[in-house]
T-cell receptor, first 115, second 113 residues
Framework: EPEVTQTPSHQVTQMGQEVILRCVPI?????FYWYRQILGQKVEFLVS????????KSEIFDDQFSVERPDGSNFTLKIRSTKLEDSAMYFC?????????????FGEGSWLTVV | DAKTTQPNSMESNEEEPVHLPCNHS???????IHWYRQLPSQGPEYVIH???SNVNNRMASLAIAEDRKSSTLILHRATLRDAAVYYCILRVPRGTSYGKLTFGQGTILTVHP
């Protein structure tokens, strides 16, 4: 079954450093998302992306965050200057359409630890 | 977003049916009811969805109340691999917000051997 793949699975970074989390969505999907989950808390929506632009973003997704689809297969989340509170599991997701019954497929996640 | 209410936790024995309830009294007429689950250390996984009629797939069944104010996810024979957090989520049918899933705390399902 097709799947969303994410790299790295775990990254440790120093506060203030830039981090790029990478995702390869399912190949025929057109809609891409990032979610995050702080340890012990709910899964939170960050951003959705379609047709090379952000279609919606949450309050969490401030100027420190950016997303990009640099080529036909990758989708990245960049955090420019990481803070301790950015430590979380980041999930990439994709879907083939924005329909009432479409499924959103999630990757296994990238665990980010900011020290 | 319309709100859903789920029990914090439930327990089941292996190979027994499990009924996971969800209340959504403020659901609008066009909101779809989706269920996702999250196994330990994994990303959320789609389980099933429906609008008005009961639905079955290979993973589970979804029973939707006639007034749509509640629904029940049914796992017909729980296995140890079904131990996860189960999320009941309402989704609007169209628009840019459609891709956004709003997760609650979900129900932690424990399955005993």
């Amino acid at each position: 079954e097709p799947e969303v793949t994410q790299t790295p699975s775990h990254q440790v970074t120093q506060m203030g450093q830039e981090v790029i989390l990478r995702c390869v969505p399912i190949s025929n999907h057109l809609y891409f998302y990032w979610y995050r989950q702080i340890l012990g808390q709910k899964v939170e929506f960050l951003v959705s992306f379609y047709n090379n632009e952000i279609s919606e973003k949450s309050e969490i997704f401030d100027d420190q965050f950016s997303v990009e689809r640099p080529d036909g297969s990758n989708f990245t989340l960049k955090i420019r200057s990481t803070k301790l509170e950015d430590s979380a599991m980041y999930f990439c997701a994709s879907s083939d359409a924005v329909r009432s019954g479409n499924t959103i497929y999630f990757g296994e996640g990238s665990w980010l630890t900011v020290v | 977003d319309a709100k859903t209410t789920q029990p914090n936790s439930m327990e089941s024995n292996e190979e027994e049916p499990v009924h996971l309830p969800c209340n959504h009294s403020t659901i609008s007429g066009t909101d779809y009811i989706h269920w996702y689950r999250q196994l330990p250390s994994q990303g959320p996984e789609y389980v099933i969805h429906g609008l008005t009629s009961n639905v079955n797939n290979r993973m589970a069944s979804l029973a939707i109340a006639e007034d749509r104010k509640s629904s029940t996810l049914i796992l017909h024979r729980a296995t140890l691999r079904d131990a996860a957090v189960y999320y009941c989520i309402l989704r609007v049918p169209r628009g840019t917000s459609y891709g956004k899933l709003t997760f609650g705390q979900g129900t932690i399902l424990t399955v005993h051997p």
